[in-house]
């Protein structure tokens, strides 16, 4: 069955506060990390859409966002995952309470036994061969089993708003699904990480490789990356202590 957040544990907590860094002579911000709450769904998935299919290297390469039902399919998907409220939202912080959104994570849970997606039902061309990608990725190697666990949280997208980029919030968004994890009780983290940023902020992070896909293979599937400046997906875990 896929995952439902506990009932015992409300939306609206807070995971992380952390403050950030002096820029251009202004006094460094303090931040918080929270859950995301229904209210700002849709302006994050605008952001999404809007910043992170424009920036993500497959993406560009694939086209997505020349692909209007590619887009379309992606952003039901984002809807689901958002909908088990359990992605993460970072404002800036004034007495305490939420200010200006700065960024988000979509983080999901996966369960072992989810109901495999029906490949041929998938629409959008652009948005199939990305899809097939990630999977070749994952299905190098068993989380579940590599880990002993029945579920692992994963991760569909972090953005942080341009102006708000320096300030480590995206290693503070990773680093939050800690605490978010030990109170959901779930043991191991997994994501494919497509781009050099973001596999190198995983590594700091203390996540490990567990397999690496080079973009050159997925030709065999007649899925040409030829141009994408990162060579290789990474499927990156962490087992929580």
Avoid at 16 to 40: C, T, V
Avoid at 119 to 142: C, H, M, N, P
Wanted: charged share 25%; glycine share 6%; net charge negative.
């Amino acid at each position: 069955m896929p995952f439902v957040r506990p009932a015992s544990l409300p939306i609206g907590q807070v995971w992380s506060r952390f403050k950030g860094r002096e820029r251009n002579g202004k006094p460094a911000l303090m931040y918080q990390i929270r859950d995301m709450d229904e209210s700002i769904r849709k302006i994050c998935l605008d952001m999404m859409e809007e910043t992170f299919l424009r920036d993500e290297p497959l993406c560009d390469i694939l086209g997505i966002n020349k692909d209007p039902v590619s887009i379309a399919t992606i952003r039901a998907n984002w809807e689901a995952y958002v909908s088990m409220n359990t992605s993460l939202a970072c404002y800036t912080e004034e007495d305490g309470q939420p200010k200006d959104l700065v960024g988000f994570n979509i983080v999901f849970v996966k369960s072992k036994d989810d109901e495999e997606e029906d490949f041929d039902q998938v629409q959008g061309e652009s948005w199939k061969k990305l899809l097939r990608t990630l999977i070749t990725a994952e299905e190098l190697l068993d989380v579940f089993q590599h880990y002993n666990v029945d579920k692992y949280m994963t991760s569909s997208g972090l953005t942080v708003l341009p102006e708000y980029r320096g300030q480590n919030i995206g290693a503070k968004f990773i680093e939050a699904r800690t605490p978010l994890c030990a109170a959901l009780g779930i043991k191991a983290a997994a994501t494919v990480f497509t781009a050099s940023a973001s596999q190198v902020l995983a590594a700091k992070c203390g996540y490990e490789v567990l397999a690496e896909l080079d973009y050159a293979d997925m030709k065999k599937q007649g899925i040409d990356l030829t141009g994408c400046p990162t060579p290789t997906a990474k499927l990156m875990g962490f087992k929580f202590k």
